[in-house]
């Protein structure tokens, strides 16, 4: 790890981080980091003392190693959890079991890091729990305003997904918005969620996507991000300009939200595909359902999240978890998208394990018109 990030400390803001680590040298060095980078934090080398300020102290955002003596990084997790605190928690470790990666994410883990790591790779995951903590009432009219002058100048940019032989099969609609408003959609996105907007986003989307099909090949599936939240809504699926294209989308849900009310998605998604949707269960390895959603949501493909495709070739926890995940989809008669693939080392691996189809700046990056992909 590289003591200088070369990052903006102002992108930290003073934001309060509990590091947890029993190795005196490893809190040292990412302490010294995250000061840096303008960080609050207060190390702690006994998860049992971590565990008590963890309770006292309200922190925007923990990180922890799993591997700790009396008390492990899952462990802390679950007893924060237990005593009602949501603070995002991120954990670090050496050789993590599929169990462990299972057990963190059922317990709400915001991500789960692969050491060794880049700090470029924690500064960023850091930088999104932070964005996910801030949930205050003040300011709640002057971050609305953001939204909307975002919303209001907001355009789309396709991305295309490729078969094993590098043609586009289907392309993906990913939304934009200026800088001046928020650093990138998924700030934007986080916003939403904490001034209960996130239909408003939606709406966004799909109002935009009719227009757009024209700059697609004739017949092109088309992936649509959805929330879960907004699949909820009684009204979603009276939208009849996004509707009436239904044969050619993919409504992509993420696997990072929550699903609360399981049994009232399954109904939404039969719903869905009764009216010609398609649905694609997106970021399948990183997020708080598990396998139980991919096991229990009747799903007609499945996106692997793109930190396990991050570098798969070197790391072999990342290659063992994204193969059983692929087997598990094969069992389910579902095709499988790698996400995030930049390298042809990267492209090499994910095929020798099985996934149909790979999708990733390797290819093509988003733009507007839709580019071409390269193999």
């Known amino acids: 790890m590289q003591l200088d990030s070369g990052r903006d400390r102002s992108l930290a803001n003073g934001r309060?981080?509990?590091?947890?680590?029993?190795?005196?040298?490893?809190?040292?060095?990412?302490?010294?980091?995250?000061e840096h980078d303008g960080y609050q934090v207060e190390g702690e080398s006994d998860p049992l003392q971590a565990l008590r300020r963890a309770r006292e102290t309200e922190f925007d955002a923990i990180i922890t190693d799993l591997?700790?003596?009396v008390l492990g990084g899952l462990e802390l997790l679950e007893e924060i959890r237990c005593h009602g605190t949501t603070t995002p928690v991120i954990i670090l470790s050496g050789s993590p079991h599929v169990s462990d990666v299972s057990r963190a994410i059922a317990l709400g883990a915001f991500r789960f890091i692969t050491k060794p790591f880049e700090y470029a790779e924690l500064s960023?995951?850091?930088?999104?729990?932070?964005?996910?903590?801030?949930?205050?009432?003040?300011?709640?009219?002057?971050?609305?305003?953001?939204?909307?002058?975002?919303?209001?100048?907001?355009?789309?940019?396709?991305?295309?997904?490729?078969?094993?032989?590098?043609?586009?099969f289907a392309w993906e609609a990913l939304l934009r918005v200026p800088d001046d408003e928020f650093s990138g959609p998924q700030d934007l996105i986080e916003a939403a969620e904490r001034a209960g907007r996130v239909n408003d986003v939606g709406k966004t989307v799909r109002s935009k996507i009719p227009g757009s099909l024209s700059t697609l090949p004739p017949g092109a599936p088309v992936c649509?991000?959805?929330?879960?939240?907004?699949?909820?809504?009684?009204?979603?699926?009276?939208?009849?300009?996004?509707?009436?294209?239904?044969?050619r989308i993919i409504l992509e849900l993420t696997e990072r939200a929550r699903y609360d009310n399981l049994n009232g998605?399954?109904?939404?998604?039969?719903?869905?595909?009764?009216?010609?949707?398609?649905?694609?269960?997106d970021d399948l390895g990183a997020g708080y359902a598990g396998?139980?959603?991919?096991?229990?949501?009747?799903?007609?493909?499945?996106?692997?999240?793109?930190?396990?495709?991050?570098?798969?070739?070197?790391?072999?926890?990342?290659?063992?978890?994204?193969?059983?995940?692929?087997?598990?989809?094969?069992?389910?008669?579902?095709p499988v998208v790698a996400?995030?693939?930049?390298?042809?080392?990267?492209?090499?691996?994910?095929?020798?394990?099985?996934?149909?189809?790979?999708q990733g700046y390797l290819f093509a990056k988003p733009g507007r018109p839709p580019p071409d992909p390269k193999w």
Request: net charge negative; glycine share 6%; charged share 30%.
């Open 16 to 34: 309060k981080v509990l590091l947890v680590d029993d190795e005196a040298i490893v809190l040292r060095a990412l302490t010294r980091m995250l």
């Open 67 to 69: 591997g700790m003596p």
């Open 124 to 168: 960023e995951v850091l930088r999104c729990a932070c964005a996910a903590s801030m949930a205050k009432p003040d300011g709640a009219a002057d971050r609305s305003m953001h939204i909307d002058a975002a919303l209001d100048a907001a355009w789309l940019e396709f991305q295309p997904l490729v078969d094993r032989t590098g043609q586009a």
């Open 224 to 247: 649509v991000n959805v929330h879960p939240g907004e699949v909820m809504d009684p009204n979603w699926l009276e939208d009849g300009a996004f509707a009436k294209h239904s044969h």
């Open 265 to 281: 998605l399954k109904a939404r998604i039969a719903l869905m595909k009764e009216r010609g949707f398609r649905i694609a269960l």
């Open 291 to 334: 396998l139980g959603a991919l096991s229990q949501l009747s799903v007609d493909m499945v996106k692997l999240d793109g930190e396990l495709t991050r570098r798969i070739d070197e790391h072999d926890t990342r290659r063992r978890l994204a193969a059983s995940l692929i087997d598990l989809s094969r069992d389910l008669r579902l």
């Open 339 to 358: 996400e995030g693939v930049e390298s042809e080392a990267e492209r090499d691996t994910m095929l020798e394990l099985g996934v149909q189809y790979l």
